[in-house]
């Protein structure tokens, strides 16, 4: 384990040696997700919490990973003898996004990447009843993340971003592409770095 964390240690210092400047936060946020394919689906609230390390490249360009837990699905309303009721599917991901940021004067960037999602658990809610079907959806899920955002100098960050799914996230599907869309709105705060 000690072996483990040093060679972790040695790797991030060489790695950042490569960079003009590594800084790096905490961030949460607002999550508007929905599914796109077959089926009436609308959009359900959600967040997402994580990290982010910003690697820069030069004053201009930086590459920024980040690591965040993220609650997303849909949600869709049916009537079943004449009672409507509204059902969500609950998906959670641990996803990691890797943006190319590109500074815009001192404050503004706009960035985008390719984002891989992990299939944490998946359930559906009716009512006061909740239902499994992780087994029914793809464990990795592939997509593209484009936004923008301000980085203040006191450490604040602000973004904007929409996550646009690539993969079809049903495990078997003989229909349309089922894929995840959300639009996410964040705030963060650098604890190391400018």
């Known amino acids: 384990m000690k072996k483990g964390l040093l060679v972790l240690a040695i790797a991030f210092f060489a790695m950042s040696s490569v960079f003009a400047q ?11 997700a929905n599914i796109t394919g077959e089926g009436d689906y609308d959009m359900k609230a959600g967040f997402h919490v994580g990290a982010f390390v910003d690697l ?10 980040e690591l965040l837990f993220s609650t997303q699905g849909a949600q869709y309303t049916f009537i079943p003898q004449d009672d409507e009721v509204t059902a969500k599917f609950n998906l959670n991901y641990l996803n990691l996004p890797i ?6 004067g001192e404050v503004f960037n706009i960035h985008a990447g390719p ?12 009512d006061d ?4 079907f992780k087994d029914q959806l793809k464990t990795v899920d592939v997509g593209l993340a484009f936004g923008v955002g301000v980085d203040l100098p006191m450490g604040l960050t602000f973004a904007g971003r929409y996550n646009l799914g690539l993969t079809d996230i049903a495990d078997e599907n003989d229909g349309d592409p089922i894929k995840n869309s959300v639009i996410q709105v964040s705030v963060g705060y650098k604890l190391f770095g400018k």
């Open 56 to 65: 820069s490249i030069s004053d201009a360009f930086s590459l920024q990973p």
């Open 22 to 32: 590594v800084s790096g936060g905490l961030k949460a946020g607002l999550n508007l």
């Open 129 to 132: 009843e909740s239902y499994d």
């Open 115 to 126: 984002q891989f999602g992990f299939l944490l658990s998946a359930k559906e809610k009716r």
């Open 99 to 104: 943006l190319a940021k590109v500074k815009i």
